[in-house]
Nanobody
Framework: QVQLVESGGGLVQAGGSLRLSCAASRNIFSFSGNTMGWYRQAPGKQRELVAIINGGGTTNYQNSVKGRFTISRDNAKNTVYLQMNSLKAEDTAVYYC?????????WGQGTQVTVSS
């Protein structure tokens, strides 16, 4: 089992920045194929991938956040970060941390990000 604890959400004006953190209860990246990532779900919409990073350090982003968001990790702290810059109203959503270890998948409780225009 893996517990994921998110923090860093909040209310910010358009153009502002926030940094989300996700602390895992164990090392996720012992295998290069394992991943941690961030998803988001806006009201009335499906959950969507925002950014993901694997054990080898490869990252992938949703097109709408490329150039504005950066996913990174601190292996010593078992923590993944999502730095969000130039936030837009359409980034408003609940953001969920996700971890995939082999065939198992884990989710955090979610953190609200609200961007006012």
């Amino acid at each position: 089992q893996v517990q994921l604890v998110e923090s860093g959400g909040g209310l910010v004006q358009a153009g502002g920045s926030l940094r989300l953190s996700c602390a895992a209860s164990r090392n996720i990246f012992s295998f290069s194929g394992n991943t941690m990532g961030w998803y988001r779900q806006a009201p009335g919409k499906q959950r969507e991938l925002v950014a993901i990073i694997n054990g080898g350090g490869t990252t992938n982003y949703q097109n709408s956040v490329k150039g504005r968001f950066t996913i990174s990790r601190d292996n010593a702290k078992n923590t993944v970060y999502l730095q969000m810059n130039s936030l837009k109203a359409e980034d408003t959503a609940v953001y969920y941390c996700n971890a995939r270890i082999w065939s198992s998948e884990y989710w955090g409780q979610g953190t609200q990000v609200t961007v006012s225009s």
